[in-house]
């Protein structure tokens, strides 16, 4: 079975810094979809960013990106230029390449944001 | 992205009742949709996967008799909280499955049984 580990409970940053989030996955899948998910306060999920594993290259969207080593079986989350917007649990998750599959959560990182 | 709706967002009911949530893909059928329950500061933990057109598969340790769901067509599933209790009080969240790269979820309904 696939499981998602977020070691980090909690992370905080000041306002315009970087900050990176972890997740370490295990699978015996070749292929697969790694995903971070936004939960703010509102509590509506919202895909941040996805990477595919056949994908070397890491994904980027703005100011998200990610650090995929599947070797390791590592998918950390940088945020650059943090602003206060970003301030929410963070979920790391995995599903595999097949129609229908359901996601696997990590147990989510709650960032908060200084100003 | 695909829309999900979830009727209603917050629900309070007395202990013995049952309440009923819908979840509806506004713009995407959706032959499978996932139904999660999420308690404060925790993970989104599935319940049960609804198929449209037949039974509903539970995860281990879900009662399948306590949380009914109904899948009747392509853009309804509904998740009925029978004889609810206390301790069904939680988060509760849906979402489709378009494809393994892309899933959409509701805005959650917030359950408080008194």
């Known amino acids: 079975a696939q499981t998602v580990t977020q070691s980090q409970p909690e992370m905080s940053v000041q306002e315009a810094e970087t900050v990176t989030l972890s997740c370490t996955y295990d699978t015996s899948e070749s292929d697969y979809y790694l995903f971070w998910y936004k939960q703010p306060p509102s509590r509506q999920m919202i895909l941040v960013i996805r990477q595919e594993a056949y994908k070397q290259q890491n994904a980027t969207e703005n100011r998200f990106s990610v650090n995929f080593q599947k070797a390791a079986k590592s998918f950390s989350l940088k945020i650059s230029d943090s602003q206060l917007g970003d301030a929410a649990m963070y979920f790391c998750?995995?599903?595999?390449?097949?129609?229908?599959?359901?996601?696997?959560f990590g147990e989510g990182t709650q960032l908060t944001v200084n100003p | 992205g695909a829309v999900v709706s979830q009727h209603p967002s917050w629900v309070i009911c007395k202990s013995g009742t049952s309440v009923k949530i819908e979840c509806r893909s506004l713009d995407f059928q959706a032959t499978t949709m996932f139904w999660y329950r999420q308690f404060p500061k925790q993970s989104l933990m599935l319940m049960a996967t609804?198929?449209?057109?037949?039974?509903?598969?539970?995860e281990q340790g879900v009662e399948k008799d306590k949380f009914l769901i109904n899948h009747a067509s392509l853009t309804l599933s509904t998740l009925t909280v029978t004889s609810a209790h206390p301790e069904d009080s939680s988060f509760y969240i849906c979402?489709?499955?378009?494809?393994?790269?892309?899933?959409?979820f509701g805005p959650g309904t917030r359950l408080t049984v008194t």
């Open positions: 979402s489709n499955s378009g494809s393994p790269y892309e899933q959409y």
């Open positions: 609804s198929n449209e057109g037949s039974k509903a598969t539970y």
């Open positions: 998750a995995y599903n595999r390449e097949t129609s229908g599959s359901r996601l696997t």
